[in-house]
């Protein structure tokens, strides 16, 4: 049973780098979401994709970019790190499109820090 | 932007007692959920409560939502130590597909 699973678990760059984060879950769910959560903020959504083949933007979405690769699959890309994108991000899933009277499933989380 | 806020922020009790905290929102809401966070996990969802129920129980767990108020209580009845953890409710606005957020509570169960 690994539902939502992340990687990578740790990730140190310096500002200016660039990489992806992978998510990737195996419960045949339609949405995908990207939070990232930072000290006293609680989650904050960055991009969500409703279905496959379709994104749109959070609360945060400056500085990022996501594809939805297939249906078990959602990346989040850093273009260009900078400073202000350390956090913890957060990868969830739930059953269902476009409907938020369902929970959602989350992974571990990837720890980011940008130098 | 923020909607659900959680009060007290945190809470120590000692096993076996009884552990509340609430949550407030701002605008009509379809459902409240509450999630459950141990150090250095995602976020595990607990209860859904629709704006039409006003009371829900999941095992030692207790809900209430008065949407009159705009706000939502959780209880956890005879705590453990396994409860250590930090709560967050969600809110699901109505006409909206994502789920806000709160800044969470961070509850210690002493042994």
């Known amino acids: 049973n690994a539902g939502v699973t992340q990687t990578p678990k740790f990730q140190v760059l310096k500002t200016g780098q660039s990489m992806t984060l992978q998510c990737a879950q195996d419960m045949n769910h339609n949405s995908m979401y990207w939070y990232r959560q930072d000290p006293g903020m609680g989650l904050r959504l960055i991009y969500y994709?409703?279905?496959?083949?379709?994104?749109d933007k959070g609360e945060v979405p400056n500085g990022y970019n996501v594809s939805r690769l297939n249906k078990r699959e959602f990346s989040l890309r850093l273009e260009s790190a900078a400073p202000s994108q350390t956090s913890v991000y957060f990868c969830?899933?739930?059953?269902?499109?476009?409907?938020?009277?369902?929970?959602?499933?989350f992974g571990d989380g990837t720890r980011l820090s940008i130098l | 932007s923020q909607q659900g806020e959680e009060d007290p922020q945190a809470l120590s009790i000692q096993e076996g007692e009884n552990a509340t905290m609430n949550c407030s929102y701002k605008?009509?809401?379809?459902?409240l959920q509450w999630y459950r966070q141990n150090s250095g996990r995602g976020l595990v969802h607990l209860i859904l409560i629709r704006s039409n129920e006003r009371e829900k129980h999941s095992g030692r767990l207790r809900v209430t939502l008065d949407t009159s108020k705009k706000s939502s209580s959780l209880l956890i009845t005879a705590s453990r130590a396994a409860d250590t953890a930090s709560y967050f409710c969600?809110?699901?606005?109505?006409?909206?597909?994502?789920?806000?957020f709160g800044k969470g509570n961070q509850v210690v169960v002493i042994p």
């Open positions: 605008t009509s809401i379809n459902n």
């Open positions: 969600a809110t699901a606005p109505f006409g909206n597909n994502r789920l806000a």
């Open positions: 969830a899933s739930s059953p269902f499109t476009g409907a938020s009277n369902q929970p959602q499933h």
């Open positions: 994709s409703a279905s496959e083949g379709t994104t």
